[in-house]
């Protein structure tokens, strides 16, 4: 049986990533699910983008959390990849449930609050989490996921029946990998996946180098910006933790299995970073004997598709559906209307 198609961030090879643009033409595609990510606004509104800043996906320097939905709404969230998503907005949580709705499998990363204690806040968001799927009408399709895994405890406490997914990242090191962006607005080339030419490890370390110095100017992206926007992540994600601390909760994860062993819930979805895959080969078979299913992120390589295909999850999380969808049945073609959106 082929694993399930999940486009992350929707079709965001071609399209600009968390846009609704993005997941129609990930659904027009054919795949099984979507994938995004949902921040709170200064007014407690969920929209859909992945980093606390704009800065990455439009032309102007804004903390999310700190503006809202209406100045948001005023923002070009398309641009940047091309003139033909010009004028897309940063949708609403039920603005992208809408057009997800399409598919049968959504995943809804929920990002920690900005700042938020360890107790009080996260027990308000985790029921925020609730009511919001429960009142979209299709609950029974969103599988909530975060990195944050006491909030996710807390919403199966209040939702047994809420399917949710564990997010983990290979190492303390992929909270600081500079995405495609950063890196060609820091004057490093990429390859077709995105991945510096000259290694991740080099392109981190320019990065904090960059940081350390003054800002970029204002036509490109601020290193120390996205520097601070990942530390924002890391704090937010483990709230009330020293670093001692913090590190100690990342190093119990490098043993998946062990840990999802130790978690005082049962979560349905395991969605690791893929490489965590070669490190342990037998992750995915392991995860599966528990009952539990493997969706490793972001597969978009070649060899790194074939790779995981080999291992058999039930999921495989994706930028480029389109190159999957390929592999998968080698008669594919792209249907018309997910075409004509590309023309």
Same mark, same amino acid.
């Given at each position: 049986?082929?694993?399930?198609?999940?486009?992350?961030?929707?079709?965001?090879?071609? &399209?600009?990533?968390?846009?609704?643009?993005?997941?129609?033409?990930?659904?027009?595609?054919?795949?099984?699910?979507?994938?995004?990510?949902?921040?709170?606004?200064?007014?407690?509104?969920?929209?859909?983008?992945?980093?606390?800043?704009?800065?990455?996906?439009?032309?102007?320097?804004?903390?999310?959390?700190?503006?809202?939905?209406?100045?948001?709404?005023?923002?070009?969230?398309?641009?940047?990849?091309?003139?033909?998503?010009?004028?897309?907005?940063?949708?609403?949580?039920?603005?992208?449930?809408?057009?997800?709705?399409?598919?049968?499998?959504?995943?809804?990363?929920?990002?920690?609050?900005?700042?938020?204690?360890?107790?009080?806040?996260?027990?308000?968001?985790?029921?925020?989490?609730?009511?919001?799927?429960?009142?979209?009408?299709?609950?029974?399709?969103?599988?909530?996921?975060?990195?944050?895994?006491?909030?996710?405890?807390?919403?199966?406490?209040?939702?047994?029946?809420?399917?949710?997914?564990?997010?983990?990242?290979?190492?303390?090191?992929?909270?600081?990998?500079?995405?495609? &962006?950063?890196?060609?607005?820091?004057?490093?080339?990429?390859?077709?996946?995105?991945?510096?030419?000259?290694?991740?490890?080099?392109?981190?370390?320019?990065?904090?180098?960059?940081?350390?110095?003054?800002?970029?100017?204002?036509?490109?992206?601020?290193?120390?910006?996205?520097?601070?926007?990942?530390?924002?992540?890391?704090?937010?994600?483990?709230?009330?933790?020293?670093?001692?601390?913090?590190?100690?909760?990342?190093?119990?994860?490098?043993?998946?299995?062990?840990?999802?062993?130790?978690?005082?819930?049962?979560?349905?979805?395991?969605?690791?970073?893929?490489?965590?895959?070669?490190?342990?080969?037998?992750?995915?078979?392991?995860?599966?004997?528990?009952?539990?299913? &493997?969706?490793?992120?972001?597969?978009?390589?070649?060899?790194?598709?074939?790779?995981?295909?080999?291992?058999?999850?039930?999921?495989?999380?994706?930028?480029?559906?389109?190159?999957?969808?390929?592999?998968?049945?080698?008669?594919?073609?792209?249907?018309?209307?997910?075409?004509?959106?590309?023309?």
């Amino acid at each position: 049986m082929r694993p399930k198609v999940i486009a992350h961030r929707g079709a965001s090879h071609l &399209a600009p990533e968390n846009t609704l643009s993005a997941f129609r033409l990930a659904i027009n595609m054919g795949v099984d699910g979507v994938e995004f990510d949902t921040l709170l606004t200064a007014d407690n509104q969920l929209v859909v983008h992945h980093e606390y800043i704009t800065d990455l996906h439009c032309p102007v320097h804004k903390v999310i959390p700190q503006c809202t939905l209406a100045e948001l709404k005023t923002l070009d969230f398309g641009s940047w990849k091309g003139e033909k998503w010009a004028g897309e907005q940063i949708p609403t949580l039920a603005e992208a449930l809408d057009v997800c709705s399409a598919v049968d499998h959504i995943q809804v990363e929920f990002k920690s609050p900005l700042g938020a204690n360890a107790t009080t806040d996260q027990d308000a968001f985790a029921q925020r989490i609730v009511e919001e799927v429960e009142s979209s009408g299709i609950a029974d399709k969103i599988i909530v996921t975060s990195f944050n895994h006491g909030i996710l405890s807390r919403v199966k406490k209040l939702a047994p029946d809420q399917r949710v997914g564990v997010l983990t990242l290979n190492s303390l090191d992929s909270y600081l990998s500079p995405p495609p &962006a950063l890196l060609q607005a820091i004057g490093l080339e990429t390859d077709e996946n995105g991945l510096a030419l000259d290694g991740q490890e080099q392109a981190t370390q320019t990065l904090m180098e960059l940081s350390q110095s003054t800002s970029l100017d204002d036509e490109n992206i601020s290193p120390a910006r996205w520097t601070m926007d990942r530390i924002w992540a890391l704090t937010s994600d483990y709230p009330g933790q020293n670093l001692f601390e913090l590190l100690q909760s990342l190093l119990s994860q490098h043993d998946l299995v062990s840990y999802l062993s130790t978690l005082d819930f049962q979560p349905e979805v395991l969605s690791c970073q893929y490489n965590t895959c070669f490190r342990d080969r037998d992750l995915v078979q392991q995860v599966e004997a528990m009952g539990i299913e &493997a969706a490793p992120w972001p597969v978009d390589g070649v060899y790194d598709l074939e790779s995981i295909l080999a291992m058999n999850p039930t999921s495989i999380v994706t930028n480029r559906p389109e190159r999957l969808l390929q592999m998968l049945d080698p008669s594919f073609t792209l249907p018309e209307a997910a075409a004509a959106m590309l023309a």
